[in-house]
């Protein structure tokens, strides 16, 4: 049997050989950024406190790498997703490494780092990426507590509490775990001192974000009040279970399979340390599921479930199911080496049908420098679009100098982060090029108010292939 060093050797090896890899294939990655990532990378660039759906860590990650790369293109802004995932493996080695022996941690900390969802997440910018690496972090320094107080862990575990928060408000479902895991787990409690000082801690970090809000509007709350959209009790269990479904994919269907069979077996409730992982990883896939049986959920919305969740299942695979152990390193391994190779074909792979496979991640950059050279030929040096697909890339290109960028006003509640932030001011003279899908209403209902179309056109592939835009010169006082 191989000893513990060489477990620990395995995960260590495995962890950065995956995470190199990631790395070495970013600058290949044949993607425009999607219309979330244009906007995590202006939020970086503003710095504040909070935006209009989502906390402030994504764009002050961003905002860091593109500091120490001193460049801002695509690997640029990507390059902490594969590093930050990475460490939160090695997060996951330690905290398994608690509660069980050291290779079935090394196995859990490998599953993790090559879990379908932490694949897609190196690659793509998501708020879910910083929220687990704090998630993670939080776990591992509540699972030292419990072995006795200590002033330094209980602050270090307030800010991990309030940097997940200030990653992404999905991190509450941890606090709902650590409540059920203080009143059902007597081994996991931690001093009352120690819980008061985190909960101060945490609550000290993220009361910027808190602040933020109550000057605008409440804006991130209400947008995520939007994403649940709850409208009465109702009943869809086509949505729960589609989103139940999901989540053979977002983890790999061996451990999400495994994690279920876990959920079922008295003895793994029996024991204390995996009743605990379990209660740790229930609550974020209950309330989504409940979320989805009532309106709506997205398939990554449960994800925190799947750090706790992880070791929860392997330690059921590698004791009583080696063979689906391995089965599920090599499916999951064989798609993390995937991933990055699909990235560097997107403009080639295609789906049976003969559409492209990552068609939602191309052709933004192409209308942003159509109408950024109509606007040249023009002689306009305002873009102005109301929908946020096309101001988000718009803001991207125009980085580095180019017409001003503007967001047609709305009324409140505004509808994205560009019309919050960045609306046509009032006074506003001369004319703008008004950029917009060919379908939408005319910007100015008054026919009397000249309107003049210079362009347009029908993209033949990317996101918006078959749709027809427009380009057209609109007086500012338009609006």
Known sequence: ???????????????????????????????????????????????????????????????????????????????????????????????????????????????????????????????????????AASLLVWSRLRNGPSLWLAVLLGLCLGLGMMSKYAMSFAFAGLVLVTILVPGWRIGWRDGLVAALVGLAVFAPNIWWNLQHDLATVN????????????????????????QFAVAGPVIFAAFLVQLCRRRA??????????????????IVTAQALNSRAYANWAVGAYVAGTIVAVIWLSHRAPRLMALSLVLNGLIALAVPVAAAQAETLRRPDGELLLRRYLGQEAISRTAIEVAAAQGLDVIVAHDRGLLADLFYRTRDGGPHILAVPQRNPVPHHY????????????????????????PCQDPAVPQTEVHRWTPDTGTARGMELSLRRVPASCW
């Open 1 to 135: 049997m191989p000893s513990d060093r060489c477990w620990l050797a395995f995960a260590i090896l495995a962890i950065l050989g995956v995470t190199v890899w990631r790395i070495a294939l970013l600058p290949f990655a044949g993607l425009d950024l999607f219309v979330d990532e244009s906007q995590y990378w202006l939020w970086g660039r503003e710095l504040a406190f909070g935006h209009y759906s989502k906390p402030p860590m994504i764009g002050w990650v961003i905002r860091a790498t593109t500091f120490l790369t001193g460049a801002e293109e695509g690997f640029d802004l990507r390059l902490a997703l594969p590093i930050l995932h990475g460490a939160t493996a090695v997060l996951v080695l330690f905290l398994a490494d608690e509660v069980t022996d050291l290779r079935t941690a090394a196995l859990a900390a490998v599953s993790y780092v090559t879990l379908p969802v932490v694949s897609v997440g190196s690659l793509l910018i998501s708020t879910d990426t910083p929220m687990l690496f704090f998630l």
């Open 223 to 246: 947008h995520t009040a939007d994403n649940i959209a709850w409208q009465g009790l109702n009943l869809r269990w086509g949505n729960a279970l589609r989103f139940l479904g999901e």
């Open 269 to 286: 409730w029996g024991d204390e340390d995996t009743r605990a992982l379990l209660l740790l990883a229930l609550p974020a896939l209950l």
């Open 419 to 442: 019309a919050l932030i960045y609306p046509i001011p009032a006074g506003l003279d001369g004319e703008v090029l008004y950029l917009t899908f060919a379908r939408d209403a005319r």
